[in-house]
């Protein structure tokens, strides 16, 4: 009898014991669950507040750069000019908030990898993990940059082709950045370099000389390098470029970090692929067609002879002013205005020649002391579940002097009927 009274305490117990372990796991399932809305609350209201900020800084700007001596006009034209660039500064800015608020901490990378060659190329061209200073130390991305920068037998043409097909074609931030590097390069070596070139090679072949008669025919601007090669160098330059417009659309933003999902903050609903940089397809076409127009008229008039002297130099005149044409893609290469101009985000490659979110410069750990200044998150579990334990007793009739005060058991008792 006393053994059978000692087993049924002893199922009791028991049953009061996995009651209590019942209600602490869904008290802890609550306060889980009542953290990640409150922390949601706060995030959109914290967020919609800085929206209203943030839209204050164009009345603000204007009102900085006012001046009652400028002309209405010019004064009409500068407060045009900042309205027309504030939505996408904003934009910018936003997300930017956006992440750092309600950002996801880590990426979700594939597992398939490239071949050894395509990721070596890639890892020592575009990093994932270095800045400029750090790749300036690596000599595969020097002598890639120097080559890329003669002017000569199109081989500048030729090293954006092999980079065109080793770089990551499905993401939007390397078609992008490959138009705008391309294109700047193509100011520099068939603009500015190539009009160098030029001078100093009609010095040497006029002035040099000290002759009555000069030899340019065969030592000017363009008349040492094959026209048809160089002509097959011009042409892919234009086809590479033309090629990644066209994949511009069917690209991905790899680079672009995801939210938690307590802010609704989408970029990339309201824009094109590319941004702004899609209104330079335009141009770029137009300059092609008015340069090409020109060689085509040259030719026509020297009985379409490509080894003609007079072919050779106005080809590379031709080359010189498209490459000056190219201007406005430079302007594009400038970090600041590239990220708001284009909205894309940076993206690099690691080791394995995978794209992935461009990190920056690996920066070494913080000590402990500084580990606390990061942001915090909104909300912690403990404070929720204080919250949660002031809001029952609020609703039970008791006193609450805040929510995020822990009432303590003086105050539960002093507060208890």
């Not at 045009?80 to 936003?94: F, G, L």
């Not at 391309?182 to 000290?210: D, E, H």
């Not at 300059?287 to 008229?297: A, P, Q, R």
């Not at 200044?373 to 609450?400: C, D, F, M, W, Y």
């Amino acid at each position: 009898m006393a053994g059978h009274t000692s087993l049924q305490m002893a199922n009791a117990m028991e049953g009061v014991r996995e009651q209590v372990v019942q209600q602490k796991q869904r008290l802890d399932n609550l306060v889980d669950e009542f953290s990640g809305l409150l922390e949601g609350l706060l995030k959109k209201k914290l967020y919609k507040l800085l929206s209203i900020v943030v839209n204050k800084v164009p009345g603000i700007v204007k009102s900085v750069l006012a001046d009652p001596e400028m002309p209405m006009r010019l004064q009409k034209a500068q407060d045009a000019a900042i309205d027309a660039v504030w939505p996408d500064v904003q934009q910018e800015i936003m997300w930017e908030l956006a992440v750092t608020m309600d950002g996801k901490v880590t990426q979700d990378l594939p597992e398939v990898r490239g071949c050894i060659c395509c990721a070596f190329l890639r890892y020592h061209l575009y990093p994932f993990d270095r800045g400029f200073w750090g790749r300036f130390r690596d000599p595969v991305w020097i002598l890639f940059t120097l080559i890329g920068l003669l002017p000569v037998y199109g081989i500048s043409p030729g090293i954006f082709c092999v980079i065109f097909l080793v770089i990551d074609k499905t993401d939007e931030f390397q078609l992008v950045s490959f138009i705008l590097e391309f294109k700047g390069f193509q100011y520099l070596t068939q603009g500015v370099i190539r009009s160098l070139m030029g001078y100093f090679m009609y010095l040497n072949c006029i002035t040099a000389p000290g002759q009555a008669e000069d030899n340019c025919a065969t030592n000017g601007p363009g008349s040492v390098a094959p026209t048809a090669l160089v002509l097959v160098g011009y042409v892919l330059q234009i086809v590479l470029v033309w090629i990644a417009f066209v994949l511009l659309p069917f690209s991905s933003k790899k680079g672009r970090s995801a939210l938690t999902g307590h802010l609704d903050q989408s970029p990339d609903s309201a824009n094109m692929r590319g941004g702004y940089i899609l209104y330079l397809l335009g141009y770029d076409l137009l300059t092609f067609i008015v340069c090409s127009g020109t060689l085509i008229y040259v030719l026509q008039l020297r009985e379409w002879l490509l080894d003609d002297w007079m072919v050779k130099h106005a080809f590379f005149a031709v080359q010189m002013v498209h490459g000056y044409l190219s201007l406005p893609f430079f302007f594009f290469t400038i970090p600041l205005l590239r990220n708001i101009l284009t909205h894309t985000a940076p993206t690099g490659y690691d080791r394995s020649g995978r794209c992935r979110r461009y990190d920056g410069v690996t920066r070494p750990p913080k000590p402990a002391a500084e580990r606390g200044t990061s942001l915090p998150r909104v909300l912690e579990k403990a404070e929720a579940s204080r919250i949660l334990e002031n809001l029952k007793r609020l609703l039970a009739g008791l006193h609450v002097r805040d929510l995020d005060t822990d009432p303590g058991p003086e105050a539960r008792e002093a507060s208890s009927p």
